[in-house]
């Protein structure tokens, strides 16, 4: 599954195959502000120079971890182990069959930058930029949610078009 994670993270000499700059590697990370650990597939060096796009890597090493070397990651694919409890997404599909599909942040900044994008023709209205942006950013960060809302979902409609059919005999 391939995820783009943005930040700096940091990870132990420990993880380091020997001589790893400028090569494809498997190495495991922690994102420094939610201290969230992912495997990755990475190129790693110590200048930004020769990766594409880079993000910050603090190396810790020492006896103790407390000697920090600063690093340069180009993260390639991440693995997220997302498991989907299947059968809480389709009850909240079947729930959400007869209430209202509005999503209210109510916060002003959204608001003002989604009608900017609306205002310099990204998107067609407020509404258009809220599901575009929010389904990327679901797609990209969740991918195991969406395939399986996207399995239910069919499943749904194809026994809602089966019964249709068959009632009509």
Known sequence: ?????????????????????????????????TKE??????????????????????????????????????????????????????????????ESTVINTRSAEVKTLLKYLTETGEFTSVSEASRTIMLEYLSETHPNLVSEYIDLKVQNERSELAEELYDQR
């Open 1 to 33: 599954m391939t995820t783009r994670m943005v930040g700096k993270y940091v990870t132990s000499e420990n993880n380091l195959p020997e001589d790893p700059a400028g090569k494809e590697i498997e190495l495991q990370v922690s994102d420094e502000q």
């Open 37 to 98: 650990i992912s495997n990755v597939r990475a190129k790693i060096d110590k200048t930004p120079a020769g990766l594409s796009d880079p993000d910050t890597l603090t190396v810790v090493k020492g006896p103790h971890e407390n000697i920090e070397e600063e690093w340069y990651i180009d993260i390639l694919e991440t693995e997220r182990d997302e498991t989907v409890d299947a059968e809480l997404l389709e009850s909240i599909m079947a729930d959400l069959e007869d």
